[in-house]
T-cell receptor
Framework: EPEVTQTPSHQVTQMGQEVILRCVPI?????FYWYRQILGQKVEFLVSFYNNEISEKSEIFDDQFSVERPDGSNFTLKIRSTKLEDSAMYFCASSDRGRSHTEAFFGQGTRLTVV | AQKVTQAQTEISVVEKEDVTLDCVYETRDTTYYLFWYKQPPSGELVFLIR??????QNEISGRYSWNFQKSTSSFNFTITASQVVDSAVYFC???????????FGPGTRLSVLP
C-alpha cells in the first residue's frame, strides 16, 4: 500500500538552529501539506503546496518557515531559526484531490524537540 | 470559516462497552468532506473514514459505525464492543471542495480499560 514517509522520526535541535524536515509523498499525488501538533493539542494546518508553489498557508506559517519540493519526490519543511515553541509533531500529507476527493494520506510524523 | 468541535475531551469505558464519539462541524460550503482519524500512542494519524456532504447514508465497518446528520451538522462515530487496542485520540476533520486544508477538531482521548 502506498504511504507517505517522513524522516527523521525524531529530531532534537538547539534553539536558533535551522532544521529541515523531509517527506516523500505518494508518487502520483499532486497536493502536499504540512501540519503541526503541539503535544496534547489538536492538529493544525501550516501550509499546502500545489504545482510548485504555496497554495494556502496559515498564520502559524511565518517567515521562519519555508517549503520546497527540490527534486520531484521530496517535500521539505525548513524552520530557519527554531524556537522552543516550535517543539511539536510535524505531519506531512499528500492527496490527489481529484474528483473523488480522496482523503489525505498522512506520514507517521517527525517529532521535533527544541532545547 | 470552518470549525470542528469535539465536546468530549476524554472518555473512559470498560472493554466490550459501546462508545460514541461526537463531532459537530460548521461550514458555509455546500460541498464538503468529513473525516475521522485515529492517533494511537505511537503518534501517527490513521485514516478511518471519509464522507462527503451529499451522502448521508450511515456506514458500518466491522465494529465501527458512523452517523452523519446534515440537519444537526454532526458526524458521530460509534465503536461497538470496544477493545483495549481502541485506546487512542480520535480526531474529526473537515475540508471543503476547493482544495482547502483540513480543519481538525481538538480530539477525544478514548481509554478502554480491561
Amino acid at each position: 500500500e502506498p504511504e507517505v514517509t517522513q524522516t527523521p522520526s525524531h529530531q532534537v535541535t538547539q534553539m536558533g538552529q535551522e532544521v529541515i524536515l523531509r517527506c516523500v509523498p505518494i508518487s502520483n499525488h499532486l497536493y502536499f501539506y504540512w501540519y503541526r501538533q503541539i503535544l496534547g493539542q489538536k492538529v493544525e494546518f501550516l501550509v499546502s503546496f500545489y504545482n510548485n508553489e504555496i497554495s494556502e498557508k496559515s498564520e502559524i506559517f511565518d517567515d521562519q518557515f519555508s517549503v520546497e519540493r527540490p527534486d520531484g519526490s521530496n517535500f521539505t519543511l525548513k524552520i530557519r531559526s527554531t524556537k522552543l515553541e516550535d517543539s511539536a509533531m510535524y505531519f506531512c500529507a499528500s492527496s490527489d484531490r481529484g474528483r473523488s476527493h480522496t482523503e489525505a494520506f498522512f506520514g507517521q510524523g517527525t517529532r521535533l524537540t527544541v532545547v | 470559516a470552518q470549525k470542528v468541535t469535539q465536546a468530549q475531551t476524554e472518555i473512559s469505558v470498560v472493554e466490550k462497552e459501546d462508545v460514541t464519539l461526537d463531532c459537530v462541524y460548521e461550514t458555509r460550503d455546500t460541498t464538503y468532506y468529513l473525516f475521522w482519524y485515529k492517533q494511537p500512542p505511537s503518534g501517527e494519524l490513521v485514516f478511518l473514514i471519509r464522507r462527503n456532504s451529499f451522502d448521508e447514508q450511515n456506514e458500518i465497518s466491522g465494529r465501527y459505525s458512523w452517523n452523519f446528520q446534515k440537519s444537526t451538522s454532526s458526524f458521530n462515530f460509534t465503536i461497538t464492543a470496544s477493545q483495549v487496542v481502541d485506546s487512542a485520540v480520535y480526531f474529526c476533520a473537515l475540508t471543503g471542495n476547493y482544495g482547502q486544508n483540513f480543519v481538525f477538531g481538538p480530539g477525544t482521548r478514548l481509554s478502554v480499560l480491561p
